[in-house]
């Protein structure tokens, strides 16, 4: 792994790395590969690419300015572990959830979390719109965040109802997001947020700029959402 790649991209969001946590995330990419070859967890398979476009753009989300600590975070569609793992690796106080909806890669996150030895970290296997039904998860979590590519009222929709009111949903998403941004401002108010800011985010030595979208929870979200999945991508709310 180029670590100076990885340290000067740290340092860009305000962030050092100990050698304990670059051995991590070395762990980390390891883990990812080997894994990749079973499974289908990611397309980027070269290191730099790696430490550029999942560990970099994960940091990334701290120029949310919203990543405290010891905040509760639900990683939401995690997939490989992006940006949650990243995230719990750079600050240890957090308490994360990740959330996939195939085992597979839920096995492969469990093995993550064992083998770099992290705490107050789970990887639950489910689906989004049933476990924001449950009153364990439902409004619990400070930040809620997704990297998903998913329009931004579909991801609202997944998303807001895992928010406690006050708390964030967080969305990565690419660098042109005006005309989503237009269509789901519907959505977000009718699941209880507010658009708060728009965030632009670089990562160091890729000419590619990203936005954190951020959604501040400023009223329960009604029980009716989120809807059954077909619903939701059918019928987005508008």
Do not use: C
């Given at each position: 792994?180029?670590?100076?790649?990885?340290?000067?991209?740290?340092?860009?969001?305000?962030?050092?790395?100990?050698?304990?946590?670059?051995?991590?995330?070395?762990?980390?990419?390891?883990?990812?590969?080997?894994?990749?070859?079973?499974?289908?967890?990611?397309?980027?398979?070269?290191?730099?690419?790696?430490?550029?476009?999942?560990?970099?753009?994960?940091?990334?989300?701290?120029?949310?300015?919203?990543?405290?600590?010891?905040?509760?975070?639900?990683?939401?569609?995690?997939?490989?572990?992006?940006?949650?793992?990243?995230?719990?690796?750079?600050?240890?106080?957090?308490?994360?959830?990740?959330?996939?909806?195939?085992?597979?890669?839920?096995?492969?996150?469990?093995?993550?979390?064992?083998e770099l030895g992290l705490k107050n970290i789970e990887a639950v296997h489910g689906r989004a719109e049933d476990f924001a039904r449950l009153d364990e998860y439902r409004e619990k979590y400070d930040i809620s965040t997704a990297r998903a590519v998913a329009p931004m009222n579909i991801l609202c929709e997944y998303c807001l109802p895992f928010v406690k009111v006050g708390g964030y949903f967080i969305a990565m998403k690419g660098p042109s997001i005006e005309e989503e941004i237009k269509d789901s401002k519907n959505a977000i108010g009718t699941l209880g947020g507010r658009l708060i800011d728009i965030v632009e985010t670089s990562i160091p030595e890729y000419d590619v700029n990203h936005k954190l979208i951020v959604v501040g929870k400023i009223k329960p979200t009604d029980k009716k959402y989120p809807r059954k999945p077909s619903q939701i991508e059918k019928k987005p709310i508008k």
């Open positions: 792994m180029n670590r100076d790649l990885l340290l000067k991209g740290a340092k860009s969001y305000g962030i050092f790395l100990d050698e304990n946590k670059i051995n991590m995330f070395e762990k980390y990419m390891v883990l990812l590969k080997e894994w990749n070859e079973k499974i289908n967890l990611t397309a980027i398979t070269e290191d730099d690419e790696i430490v550029r476009k999942h560990f970099l753009d994960s940091i990334s989300i701290i120029k949310s300015g919203l990543i405290n600590d010891n905040l509760k975070i639900i990683d939401v569609g995690t997939g490989a572990g992006f940006p949650g793992i990243p995230l719990k690796i750079i600050n240890p106080t957090l308490k994360v959830t990740l959330l996939d909806s195939l085992k597979k890669r839920v096995n492969f996150l469990n093995q993550v979390i064992n």
